[in-house]
């Protein structure tokens, strides 16, 4: 129960942590279309992430699948980048958006939950129960993420309802900004591929 302790908390941590900002940017811009009435379509969101974060997560972590850090650390800004894209692009939200939301949401998980192994494999070392672990962090991850979703709500809540900002104008500051800080961390990040 200490260990669970111990790797939730660091799960919840790592996600939050602003040093590494990149999940904290994804996060935010995949709800960013949101408000705080759209709560089951943002679980729905949130959850396909989840799921796909906590398969290539557990894969990695138990040596199912090998991936360069390199590569992934790159493709982690790209999936801002096109999210951001999205929702910049989208004039309105129908049913097939929707699911394509759901679908990209999927799909980028996998590529974030091999960023978040990394991560965990270096905290875990030579350590062969890791089942117990690696539940707990993930567990701690999807706490991290429900309070940066909450945050961003909260704050869009905020603009639209109280500064009277237009939901679409708010939708395409917020994407246009985190657009331009994830395209600077993909051509940075592009550099320091190691291609083996």
């Not at 999205?86 to 799909?107: D, E, G, H, P, S």
């Amino acid at each position: 129960m200490q260990d669970f302790g111990l790797y939730f908390e660091l799960g919840w941590q790592h996600i939050c942590n602003w040093a590494g900002y990149d999940h904290i940017l994804f996060v935010t811009v995949l709800c960013g279309t949101y408000l705080l009435a759209d709560w089951r379509k943002v679980l729905i969101l949130v959850t396909a992430f989840t799921i796909g974060h906590s398969i290539t997560l557990a894969l990695s972590v138990l040596n199912f699948i090998h991936i360069n850090s390199s590569l992934i650390e790159f493709l982690i800004p790209v999936t801002i980048v096109f999210t951001s894209m999205v929702n910049i692009l989208k004039k309105q939200r129908t049913q097939a958006t929707m699911r394509l939301n759901y679908i990209l949401a999927m799909f980028f998980g996998l590529i974030h939950g091999m960023g978040f192994s990394n991560y965990l494999k270096s905290l875990l070392g030579n350590s062969t129960n890791i089942v117990g672990q690696l539940f707990a962090f993930n567990l701690g991850l999807e706490f991290g993420q429900v309070l940066i979703v909450l945050s961003a709500l909260l704050i869009s809540f905020l603009c639209i309802n109280f500064a009277k900002v237009q939901r679409r104008d708010w939708t395409l500051f917020l994407s246009s900004a985190i657009f331009g800080i994830a395209f600077i961390m993909c051509i940075e990040r592009f550099q320091l591929i190691k291609f083996r």
